[in-house]
Nanobody, 122 residues
Framework: VQLQASGGGLVQAGGSLRLSCAAS????????MGWYRQAPGKQRELVAG???????NYAESVKGRFTISRDNAKSTVYLQMNSLKAEDTAVYYC?????????????????WGQGTLVTVSS
């Protein structure tokens, strides 16, 4: 399994970025996908997840600003990030995981992308 993340960079507060994660070695259309991030000195945290049917869940801190989506034909998951804040600065990782239907939330799996750095200047 390979997950290739891209799209990170330096952006001013209030700006936007779109992250992409191309997957190979899996049947993408039957997998839930997620984005995590890890800021310096902090634990990795879930940002957003999407299941095979397109249902999504988000961390409270990004609701209304970030949108996760998927293109099964391209085996790619996206994270559109708008109204970026300095506290969004982190390395962002994509993940292949599962979906907890009883709670409507994403659960992480064993495969991670290499990470892409997002830096938001204030």
């Amino acid at each position: 399994v390979q997950l290739q993340a891209s799209g990170g960079g330096l952006v001013q507060a209030g700006g936007s970025l779109r992250l992409s994660c191309a997957a190979s070695g899996i049947i993408f259309s039957v997998k839930a996908m997620g984005w995590y991030r890890q800021a310096p000195g902090k634990q990795r945290e879930l940002v957003a997840g999407i299941n095979v049917g397109g249902t999504t869940n988000y961390a409270e801190s990004v609701k209304g600003r970030f949108t996760i989506s998927r293109d099964n034909a391209k085996s790619t998951v996206y994270l559109q990030m708008n109204s970026l804040k300095a506290e969004d600065t982190a390395v962002y990782y994509c993940n292949v995981g599962g979906w907890k239907y009883y709670s409507g939330s994403y659960s992480s799996g064993d495969y991670w992308g290499q990470g892409t750095l997002v830096t938001v200047s204030s």
